[in-house]
């Protein structure tokens, strides 16, 4: 759900429709959402309409961003190992 969200608000009828689930079911899963604070619902009369708030995933990117920078590091050291292994390691990187 969140994936098609990225591409522009939704409605609920709308955002449940590919799935095979009931429309209550899927409202379940967009509360869900909305507790997490990945999404906002706004009413319009009848209609209900899901955004995503970014904001939250932003700030998971950035500190994802720091764990890939270590790993990045830790996977070319164990490649260098793979290639060499008969060499002592070089942990100056």
Known sequence: MLERLARGEQ???DLAAP???SLAAA???IQ???RAGLVKRTVRGRIHYVRIDPRPLARADT????YE?????R??????RLRH?????????
């Not at 500190?63 to 720091?66: E, F, H, I, K, M």
């Not at 920078?69 to 590091?73: E, R």
């Not at 996977?75 to 260098?80: D, M, P, Q």
């Not at 008969?86 to 990187?93: I, L």
């Open 75 to 80: 996977i070319e050291r164990l490649v260098e």
């Open 63 to 66: 500190w994802l961003r720091g």
């Open 32 to 34: 869900t959402l909305e």
């Open 85 to 93: 292994p008969d060499n002592e390691p070089d942990h100056t990187k």
């Open 27 to 29: 409202s379940k899963h």
């Open 19 to 21: 799935y095979r689930m």
């Open 11 to 13: 409605t609920v009828t």
């Open 69 to 73: 920078k270590l790993w990045d590091i």
